[in-house]
């Protein structure tokens, strides 16, 4: 913060200063096998294709797991939202842990569950209506300025996220690597997916976890 400095005075100097974190890199991993007879087998169905594509799906699931372990360990602002609360109500309240930064893009990650008491309020708004204003993948719609998306992969079905832009991180030391083996002798194909990855929590300050009611894990 400044400081009021009086006439002819020195302004006082500050030391620039930084924080240092710690994250773990780790690699992550998905093959699949199968035999020639197999690929042959298939009617119409590019069956090496559809493998290569289940790989990459399944890194890109574990990576959204691993984040939302993230989230769960390391937020700091926290909400609840009972079952009897209005859920819009209660999101509505949970924002003021922004503070003045209240303002802005968001989103809500939730389970289907807590997505079904949330279009049932009168300050929900579909995706139909959302048209340029929507600005993530998989948005099914916004209240009070909170865009929702929905996820199977909370661990803990009574809880959420409200997520700012900047809040989360992935330092990547190599993306999806999708490679194809064969073993001659057995006529086997394998197509083997990794990645190097670490996901973090970069700014506290825009997450929030949300406790639906019940205990946060």
């Not at 913060?1 to 994250?23: F, S, Y």
């Not at 009574?158 to 989360?168: C, D, E, M, R, T």
Request: charged share 25%; aromatic share 6%.
């Amino acid at each position: 913060m400044a400081e009021a400095v009086a006439e002819g005075a020195d302004i006082p100097i500050a030391k620039l200063a930084q924080t240092w974190d710690t994250v773990k890199v780790a690699k992550i991993g998905r093959a699949i096998q199968f035999t020639d007879e197999a690929l042959l087998s298939g009617y119409n169905n590019d069956i090496a294709e559809e493998a290569a594509k289940q790989v990459v799906i399944a890194i890109n699931d574990k990576v959204e797991t691993d984040l939302l372990a993230k989230m769960n360990a390391k937020a700091q602002l926290t909400a609840t939202i009972e079952d009897s609360d209005n859920p819009a109500s209660g999101i509505a309240d949970a924002l003021v842990n922004f503070g003045e930064d209240i303002d802005g893009e968001k989103v809500i990650l939730c389970d289907p569950s807590f997505y079904s008491r949330l279009i049932k309020t009168d300050g929900w708004i579909p995706n139909t209506e959302m048209g340029a204003g929507m600005i993530v993948r998989g948005t099914v719609g916004a209240v009070y300025g909170t865009q929702v998306v929905l996820t199977n992969r909370l661990k803990n079905k009574n809880q959420a996220y409200i997520v700012k832009p900047g809040a989360l991180a992935i330092y990547m030391k190599r993306e999806t690597l999708v490679e194809f083996d064969r073993d001659k002798i057995d006529q086997t194909n394998y197509i083997i997916g990794s990645k190097i990855f670490a996901p973090y929590v970069y700014d506290t300050t825009k997450l929030i976890k949300i406790t639906l009611g019940g205990e946060s894990a």
